[in-house]
């Protein structure tokens, strides 16, 4: 019987790229999914067709250009330039593998119109989301947040971040509403406001991040990949396979049987990383998310025609607990024909009519041909898989960018490994011939 270091089950992102970063370290690891494709509940659907018969939706009577022109990503996440995907992108060299491009534009929803997000001391004085004296403050906290070093007390301006919360920051900088809001909800990305009586570390943090990924790209601090969400999985399973790793597609896996604490079945391993969907009696559920996938053939209203771009409609703005995201993408990053747009509406259900709850959302997309509705559970692992050296992964969150799930990420590597995930001065190992390549 073979034995493996670490098994993986599943393909989606965050399972493909714990599956590189062990190679990475060294580790023989066999990658199993039940599909036939990468991605599992994060796939890119393609063709077209596709999406309409896994929606059940029929479909229209006048093809939307040609079909292999389409990747619609089931859950779209942007990333942030400077954040910690990127970082990762970075260290395992994946970005050989995948082509990215800026999304065009940034916008929060506000009084029934969406706006543009102001990241910059010369966006925050042209904003129409502030008045004058606002301005003035919200450039404050801006220059604050930019020079701040949690290693250098000299950059606290005499407040501890530890212990001083985000509601006496805003007030220290004398903030109004309005200008919490936003900066709370589009530039920290908060889905609530329980960060207002948080140590303000984390959302200071937060608010320098968005501000130097946008300084790399002047029209938004989010990059996409072309072609789509589905890129990622299949660039980290040919750095798996770069370093040994063994990847079996369209394999079933029925249960896990556990032998003196260790997995076996037709495989031994000592460890187990996987997708919530293959151990549902070590997962629970949180809650629901749902997502609406809308085709345009128009950009969106005041996002001065962009032909990607995130909108945040905080949850004040909608009578909710929790936020609403928009992600708009097109022909631009190569997921769709020509002149046609995909936005994709997400949030955490909170009534027994999630598609409801959207409603504010979809009203933004009007006129729209075509949605294909999801409502999703969301699942958590039961214990930190310590014990059991069985390692479950989160279910995706309604956000539509990936700082929640790179948080995951470290957190599993962190509890599979011992070790944070580091990337300053980290080594790569010599690459070897993989199963996939010998064949």
């Not at 904003?127 to 290693?151: E, T």
């Not at 960060?195 to 300084?215: A, C, H, M, V």
């Not at 979809?362 to 050296?389: A, T, Y």
Request: net charge neutral; aromatic share 8%; proline share 5%.
């Amino acid at each position: 019987m073979q034995e493996y270091d670490i098994i993986v089950l599943g393909t989606g992102i965050k399972e493909c790229i714990l599956s590189g970063l062990m190679s990475l370290n060294g580790k023989k690891v066999l990658h199993i999914d039940r599909n036939s494709y990468y991605g599992g509940e994060s796939a890119s659907i393609s063709p077209l067709e596709q999406l309409y018969k896994r929606f059940k939706v029929p479909r229209p009577a006048e093809p939307l250009g040609r079909g292999k022109e389409w990747n619609i990503d089931l859950i779209p996440k942007f990333f942030l330039a400077s954040g910690e995907l990127v970082k990762i992108l970075v260290h395992t060299e994946v970005t050989r593998y995948v082509d990215f491009k800026v999304i065009q534009g940034s916008y929060v929803y506000k009084g029934g119109k969406v706006h543009k997000v102001p990241g910059t001391e010369e966006e925050a004085h042209a904003s129409d989301l502030m008045g004058m004296f606002d301005r003035r403050r919200f450039r404050k906290l801006l220059l604050f947040a930019l020079n701040f070093d949690v290693r250098n007390p000299g950059t606290y301006q005499d407040m501890d971040p530890n212990s001083m919360s985000v509601r006496d920051l805003f007030s220290h900088f004398d903030l109004g509403l309005d200008a919490m809001e936003f900066t709370g909800h589009a530039i920290a990305l908060h889905s609530s406001d329980s960060y207002l009586d948080q140590p303000f570390l984390e959302t200071i943090n937060r608010i320098k991040l968005y501000s130097e990924s946008l300084s790399r790209h002047s029209a938004s601090p989010y990059i996409y990949p072309v072609y789509g969400m589905g890129e990622l999985p299949q660039g980290f399973a040919r750095l798996n396979a770069e370093y040994g790793g063994t990847f079996l597609l369209n394999r079933a896996v029925n249960e896990v049987v556990m032998d003196n604490g260790r997995v076996k079945a037709l495989f031994l391993c000592k460890q187990l990383i996987c997708d919530p969907k293959y151990v549902p009696n070590r997962v629970r559920k949180v809650g629901r998310v749902i997502r609406v996938i809308c085709l345009l053939n128009h950009p969106v209203k005041n996002t001065h025609e962009a032909q990607s771009c995130q909108i945040i409609i905080p949850h004040t703005q909608a009578n909710r607990k929790s936020d609403i995201y928009i992600s708009v993408v097109s022909g631009a990053h190569n997921v769709a024909a020509d002149g046609v747009y995909i936005a994709t509406v997400s949030t955490a259900a909170e009534t027994g009519n999630p598609e409801r709850e959207v409603q504010p959302a979809l009203e933004l997309l009007e006129p729209i041909m075509q949605k294909f509705v999801s409502v999703r559970h969301l699942l958590v692992p039961n214990d930190d898989g310590k014990r059991s050296q069985i390692f479950v992964s989160r279910s995706y969150d309604a956000t539509n960018h990936f700082e929640a799930e790179c948080e995951d990420i470290k957190d599993m590597y962190r509890r599979i490994t011992g070790a944070e995930l580091c990337f300053r001065g980290a080594k790569r190992h010599q690459s070897h011939n993989s199963d996939e390549d010998s064949r």
